[in-house]
């Protein structure tokens, strides 16, 4: 696909962070599976995330010239932090975050779960298509990997049920994978990558080729089911854990989906998550086992 413009969207109407503790596949997203919900995580992205340094670079350019003022050394990073590590903590930085982020004034955008990508009852590979690696393949290390799972409420699916889908929406929804990347990379040891799986919706393609032949000079568009992932690498975010939480994210709470497009972090979250895009999609692999393969999309 040439073009994804948002359509891409979630189901969450409860403002609580009640959370299943795993998280559930699209393909059968329903109710608390949690060894479901595991089905759609392992990272295999740093390679093709090093391809948005220069991109990550200019964001972090663009933050310090701002009007921003770094904080006195030995400031906080943040108001708030996790007590544990690991998925306990990961799980506490979901709990704590998503609840600020509304599909409505009433209604939460998604509930977040944290995938333990270490369960041997439920075998997984995550991978991206590399030709150079064996078998097609290259998978990231699950033990330094920690993955989100966001999900709607009030569908079927995961889906966000509330609202209508849209740019914005999407937006907010980048927004708040950053904020659980940053949070993760900034209190969680050990972790190298941030997957966070978005809901599903629906996003529309562009393509030249249509079994009938479109106008002159025009491009035939469909609309098909995608479902979309966020990856973050630690090294191309670590400017922004070395200066104060609020000078990447100046507000105190996430704006609200009509208010995202004009919050002053709009751009910078633009282009930090452009490069960290991933269309997702769960096969199995040779030895029976499931494989989430995230391919990369052309930046937003």
């Avoid at 990997?145 to 009030?154: D, F, H, P």
């Avoid at 980048?174 to 040891?189: D, I, Q």
């Avoid at 978005?198 to 479109?214: F, I, Q, Y």
């Avoid at 972090?265 to 029976?288: K, M, N, P, W, Y």
Wanted: aromatic share 4%; with cysteine; proline share 9%.
């Amino acid at each position: 696909m040439n073009r994804l413009q948002a359509d891409t969207e979630q189901a969450a109407q409860s403002p609580g962070p009640a959370a299943p503790a795993l998280a559930v596949p699209h393909s059968t997203r329903a109710g608390a599976d949690r060894s479901r919900h595991s089905r759609k995580f392992k990272a295999a992205i740093g390679a093709v995330l090093l391809a948005g340094a220069a991109s990550l670079a200019a964001a972090a350019v663009m933050l310090s010239s701002g009007a921003a003022t770094k904080a006195s050394a030995g400031g906080a990073w943040s108001v708030w932090q996790p007590s544990g590590g690991g998925l306990a903590g990961a799980q506490q930085i979901a709990d704590y975050l998503s609840p600020y982020y509304r599909a409505s004034s009433t209604d939460q955008l998604a509930v977040v779960t944290t995938v333990n990508l270490n369960d041997p009852s439920n075998p997984l590979q995550v991978v991206i298509p590399n030709s150079a690696a064996p078998g097609g393949y290259q998978a990231l290390d699950p033990s330094s990997t920690i993955g989100y799972n966001l999900c709607g409420l009030n569908s079927k699916d995961c889906s966000i049920g509330v609202g209508t889908p849209s740019a914005n929406r999407l937006l907010l929804l980048r927004r708040e994978a950053l904020e659980l990347a940053l949070y993760s990379f900034k209190y969680l040891s050990g972790v190298q990558t941030v997957v966070a799986l978005l809901p599903p919706g629906h996003t529309v393609s562009s393509s030249r080729l249509s079994a009938k032949p479109a106008a002159s000079g025009q491009a035939s568009s469909s609309s098909q089911p995608v479902d979309l992932a966020l990856a973050f690498d630690r090294s191309e975010l670590q400017p922004f854990l070395d200066r104060p939480l609020r000078e990447t994210l100046p507000e105190s709470l996430p704006p609200t989906v009509d208010e995202v497009p004009y919050a002053p972090e709009s751009e910078l979250v633009s282009v930090i998550t452009a490069h960290g895009l991933f269309q997702e999609q769960t096969e199995q692999a040779q030895d029976g086992s499931n494989m989430v393969v995230l391919t990369p999309l052309p930046p937003q």
